[in-house]
């Protein structure tokens, strides 16, 4: 749908695995995340995203259609 927020959840992901890449450097134990992991969690956001614009979308074709 659009790729465009997928990204920008992706880049979010991105910016969270450097500060937990630094975080871990000053802990002294790794508590990063794997490249696979960024994406899930970009993944997972995208779906929510995609759940509340569909609902969205939903609802306000159903009020048009039923008033």
Do not use: C, H, T
């Amino acid at each position: 749908m659009n790729l465009k927020k997928f990204q920008d959840f992706l880049e979010i992901q991105k910016e969270r695995q450097l500060a937990m890449q630094e975080l871990s450097a000053v802990l002294g134990v790794d508590i990063s995340f794997s490249e696979q992991e960024v994406f899930d969690n970009a993944m997972e956001e995208y779906g929510k995203y995609l759940d509340k614009y569909v609902m969205k979308e939903v609802d306000s074709w159903m009020k048009s259609a039923f008033s």
